[in-house]
């Protein structure tokens, strides 16, 4: 403002006047003021923080690892919120399979031979060996494929999302024939021929969506001390599972 009233002083000084001299006089005044001016405010800059300042960069950096945070807790946030919609999808796929084959058992009042129930993995349906096959036998005879062609058509509808482990069990009680040396080759051998029937009864199944297991008498659902025990464990058992899954943690 001061700059202005000189500078302004100045014209009507030198329009009133025709004294050279005071005007020249004026001028360089003028010219001193303008200069210090301009020194001052190069000091003032000169005093202001630069990048390389200290404080500067620990505050830059707070804001950067602040930033990174906060990306970070967001990402976290979404697989949350992805996970809990798959696990939900995977529920809901489990769900309707055993609604399904629950149908099925009822129809066909087979309740006392086959069960379901969930689990940590998926559901688990069990069948007692003797409504598959004889006894010492791995073989299943045409109309015992019925089971297998139900449950495939189940796996058919869920083709791509749902896989199949069947896995064979016997009791303790020891076998020795012409075909198998040992309950556990049996159980292989039952697991393996009904997978085999569940998809050769349903083009529309994925043989790579399923395998096989045998466990033999050594994991048991009861105690090998009577008939009715043995009877339990000797089975057939299908896990179904989602084959993109997060691990089902709550059993239903």
């Known amino acids: 403002m001061l700059t202005l009233l000189l500078a302004l002083f100045i014209v009507l000084f030198a329009s009133s006047s025709v004294d050279a001299k005071k005007f020249e006089q004026m001028g360089n005044a003028f ?133 199949g482990i069947v896995s064979g069990h016997t009791d303790n009680v020891p076998i020795s024939t012409s075909i198998y040396s040992s309950n556990w080759e049996l159980s292989v051998a039952r697991a393996v021929n009904f997978m085999e029937a569940i998809i050769q009864e349903n083009s529309e199944v994925n043989p790579g969506e399923f395998s096989a297991r045998g466990y033999g008498e050594f994991r048991p659902v009861a105690k090998n001390d009577i008939a009715t025990n043995r009877e339990k464990n000797r089975r057939v058992e299908i896990m179904v599972r989602p084959i993109n899954r997060d691990t089902l943690d709550e059993d239903k």
């Open 31 to 163: 010219k001193k003021i303008v200069e210090e001016g301009a020194a001052g405010n190069q000091a003032y800059v000169s005093k202001e923080k630069g990048p390389d300042d200290p404080n500067v960069n620990a505050v830059l950096k707070a804001m950067e690892e602040q930033d990174k945070k906060k990306e970070a807790n967001e990402q976290e946030k979404a697989k949350k919120a992805a996970a809990a919609l798959l696990k939900k999808q995977n529920e809901e796929k489990i769900e309707a399979f055993k609604k399904q084959i629950d149908s099925y058992i009822a129809a066909e009042h087979l309740g006392a031979k086959i069960t379901t129930k969930y689990s940590d993995e998926g559901l688990l349906i069990t069948i007692r060996d003797d409504i598959l096959f004889q006894s010492g036998s791995a073989e299943l005879s045409a109309d015992k494929r019925e089971i297998a062609k139900e449950i495939g058509e189940l796996f058919a509808q869920g083709k791509g999302t749902m896989e």
